[in-house]
């Protein structure tokens, strides 16, 4: 059985693994409570946020409406609402109007244009971005 105690405790007998439970649980609220701080008490948005933890195909739309297929990549969900969505991805992104698809099949997916609003860069090398859902598309785009 491996000793699961770190080299600075296992010298002492009396610190078992309900001591190491704790800071254990004490560490990982501290990270919890830096990604999801509290929100203030007066709310401005108007719909409920839900979270949306899955893939997402976001194909650009170039600024004449020619939907650029060769462009699309993978970004992966944060948050969804009625009328906006957040997402995160690794690079820049260089257009203001997207296709978000949504699913993992085109039978029970879902493509929508989507207007860019906002990015942020957030740790590790990722941004972090959303916009206002605008239309539904009748199809995936390709």
């Known amino acids: 059985m491996n000793n699961l105690l770190t080299p600075a405790t296992a ?3 009396w610190m078992g693994t309900s001591i190491l439970e704790a800071r254990v649980g004490t560490h990982i ?3 919890l409570a830096d990604l999801h701080p509290q929100s203030p008490a007066h709310e401005r948005r108007r719909d409920i946020r839900y979270p949306y933890p899955y893939l ?3 194909t650009p739309i170039s600024e004449n409406g ?3 297929l060769d462009d699309s990549i ?3 969900g944060k948050s969804i609402s009625a009328r906006g969505i957040a997402f995160y991805h ?4 260089l257009f203001r109007r997207v296709i978000l698809t949504l699913g993992d099949t085109p039978e029970r997916g879902l493509s929508v244009v989507a207007e860019l609003l906002w ?3 957030v740790r590790q090398g990722w941004y972090d971005s959303g916009g206002r859902l605008l239309a539904v598309c009748d199809g995936a785009p390709g």
């Open 11 to 13: 010298d002492l007998p």
């Open 29 to 31: 609220r501290s990270v």
């Open 56 to 58: 997402i195909r976001l």
């Open 66 to 68: 020619t939907v650029l």
């Open 74 to 76: 993978t970004v992966v």
């Open 90 to 93: 690794q690079s820049p992104l």
């Open 119 to 121: 990015c942020r860069f």
